[in-house]
Nanobody, 126 residues
Framework: QVQLVETGGGLVQAGGSLRLSCAAS????????MGWFRRAPGKEREFVAA????????FYANSMKGRFTISRDNAKNTVYLQMNSLKPEDTAVYYC???????????????????WGQGTQVTVSS
């Protein structure tokens, strides 16, 4: 089992930045690829970004490229999502997830991830 806890959410003005953290416990994080997903009000949960176990391969949803950066520190068992130039449409609950999507190559699919955090709220005001 892997337990994941997201922190760093909050209220920010449009154009601002936030850094989300996802702390893992239970197993060695480097064994898992990590993903960030989000669920906006009234919408389904969607893919944001993912990173391979070693941190050498990154994936982003098109709308986040250039604004969001995913990274990981396996020594700290933590994954980060740096979010810049935030927009009101980025308002959502952000979830981190751990899994082995390398088996299928489907890093953007929720079904590739076995463990999920409870989420952290990000609200961007206009």
């Amino acid at each position: 089992q892997v337990q994941l806890v997201e922190t760093g959410g909050g209220l920010v003005q449009a154009g601002g930045s936030l850094r989300l953290s996802c702390a893992a416990s239970g197993r060695t994080l480097s064994n898992y690829a990590m993903g960030w997903f989000r669920r906006a009000p009234g919408k389904e949960r969607e893919f944001v970004a993912a990173i391979s176990g070693s941190g050498g391969t990154l994936f982003y949803a098109n709308s986040m490229k250039g604004r969001f950066t995913i990274s990981r520190d396996n020594a700290k068992n933590t994954v980060y999502l740096q979010m810049n130039s935030l927009k009101p449409e980025d308002t959502a609950v952000y979830y981190c997830a751990a899994g082995r999507p390398e088996r299928t190559g489907a890093y953007g699919s929720q079904r590739s991830y076995d463990y999920w955090g409870q989420g952290t709220q990000v609200t961007v005001s206009s």
